[in-house]
């Protein structure tokens, strides 16, 4: 099982980045997936969540109205797209897959991808 996280970079404030990650190595379609981020000397935060099969997505409210999160299912591919970006947004992004319900605990999923780093200047 793989999941490659792309997309990140550096981005002024108000900018906007779209990040992806790609999965391979089985079928998610039960799966929950999930975009967290992890800011220097703080604790890993749910961003946005996914459930494969139906679509539903679930938001933390610090992103709310600004990013949205999608999927491809012929791709396998699951998108963040953000906008109206903010210099607090900065951090190390990355996807995640799990086979439980719950979205925001980070020890619920089962599979991690690498991490992009996003930057976004003031």
């Known amino acids: 099982v793989q999941l490659q996280a792309s997309g990140g970079g550096l981005v002024q404030a108000g900018g906007s980045l779209r990040l992806s990650c790609a999965a391979s190595?089985?079928?998610?379609?039960?799966?929950?997936m999930g975009w967290f981020r992890q800011a220097p000397g703080k604790e890993r935060e749910f961003v946005a969540g996914?459930?494969?099969?139906?679509?539903?997505?679930y938001y933390a409210d610090s992103v709310k109205g600004r990013f949205t999160i999608s999927r491809d299912n012929a791709k396998s591919t699951v998108y963040l797209q953000m906008n109206s970006l903010k210099p607090e947004d900065t951090a190390v992004y990355y996807c995640?897959?799990?086979?439980?319900?719950?979205?925001?605990?980070?020890?619920?999923?089962?599979?991690w991808g690498q991490g992009t780093l996003v930057t976004v200047s003031s």
């Open positions: 190595g089985r079928t998610f379609n039960n799966y929950l």
């Open positions: 996914i459930r494969w099969s139906s679509g539903i997505t």
């Open positions: 995640a897959a799990s086979r439980g319900t719950g979205w925001i605990d980070h020890r619920a999923y089962d599979y």
